[in-house]
């Protein structure tokens, strides 16, 4: 049995906020992606959360075909736990979103629970010249959309993929979506151990305030009980902060270049394994133990490796 004082890694590879010319060291080509996620899981991460991008433009790539690229890899050349978005970008239709989770049936998948605001255009005041086209449209459009997550759109991913044996990663970016979740453990469409990942930081989210995080730690105590494991993530500058503010507080934690581009003040993380070395540094400075993958898949109660069509 995974010992509690164990701490799950999950690192977040290239994700499909930030865009190439934010850092040259972002994962586009599916080598980068692959390479990097097998170098997280090295340094200490169990879970690795996979999106893929055009190899040419680095532009978000949903397609089934773009993951094929380097999911096999990954598994081959590791044991880490892999991790699916049905997130994918905020201007993609649900039923783009949640394909590769289908085709691959991993053995866990993101699951956004509840629409909101998520504003990238402040980043427009940092980033003045743009590699490609699209990236200056990715940010500007979103002071005018909603990454749109509806009951319906949810229970839509919870259906596709209910077959396929693939628990959830239930990305929580404000109070409310604790209670949708709630909502769809009421209904039983959702099973325990919940993996509850709190998000703090985005605009249109709860902020990143010592508070923010213990309102979200009550809350999910409140309405989950033991019956879920909490993680966090911090956008930006907040990442470390906020992992060590979980971890001390007995959760789990989510690093990696998707949340954020930097390993200290004003400079930029040079790979995802760096940002897992740090956290792992903190994890271990406050007398916890890192979590294997095996371990993983015991507190999570994952399906494995061997059961996924990839």
């Known amino acids: 049995m995974a010992p509690k004082n164990r701490v799950i890694i999950t690192c977040a590879i290239t994700g499909s906020i930030h865009t190439p010319s934010m850092s040259p060291y972002l994962p586009v080509t599916p080598e980068q992606i692959a390479d990097e996620a097998v170098k997280a899981a090295e ?10 991008r ?44 949640v394909l590769p989770a289908k085709v691959f049936a991993p053995e866990v998948a993101s699951l956004n629970m509840g629409s909101m605001n998520f504003g990238l255009f402040p980043m427009l005041e940092r980033y003045r010249e743009f590699r490609y086209d699209w990236e200056r449209a990715h940010l500007e459009r979103s002071r005018d959309l909603v990454f749109k997550n509806t009951f319906r759109d949810i229970e839509y991913i919870l259906k596709t993929c209910a077959d396929n044996g693939t628990r959830f990663e239930f990305e929580c970016y404000d109070i409310g979506h604790l209670y949708n979740l709630a909502h769809f453990l009421d209904r039983g469409l959702v099973q325990p151990p919940l993996f509850v990942q709190s998000v703090f930081g985005i605009l249109g989210g709860i902020g990143t305030h010592p508070e923010d995080v213990m309102h979200m730690k009550r809350t999910a105590d409140r309405l989950f009980g033991d019956a879920y494991r909490w993680s966090v993530l911090g956008a930006g500058r907040h990442q470390m902060r906020i992992a060590a503010m979980a971890a001390a507080m007995g959760g789990n ?58």
């Open 253 to 310: 934690v989510r690093v990696g270049l998707e949340d954020s581009l930097w390993i200290g003040p004003g400079q930029l993380a040079t790979s995802n394994a760096e940002q897992v070395r740090r956290v792992r540094q903190i994890i271990e400075g406050l007398g916890l133990e890192v979590a294997t993958p095996a371990d993983a898949r015991e507190i999570l109660q994952l399906k494995g490796a061997d059961r996924v069509n990839f």
């Open 43 to 52: 340094a200490g991460a169990a879970i690795v959360h996979l999106h893929a």
């Open 54 to 97: 055009d190899p040419q433009t680095g532009r978000p790539d949903q397609s089934p075909e773009a993951f094929a690229r380097f999911l096999p890899v990954i598994k081959q050349r590791c044991d880490v736990v892999i991790n699916i978005t049905t997130g994918g970008a905020p201007h993609m239709t649900v039923e783009e979103r």
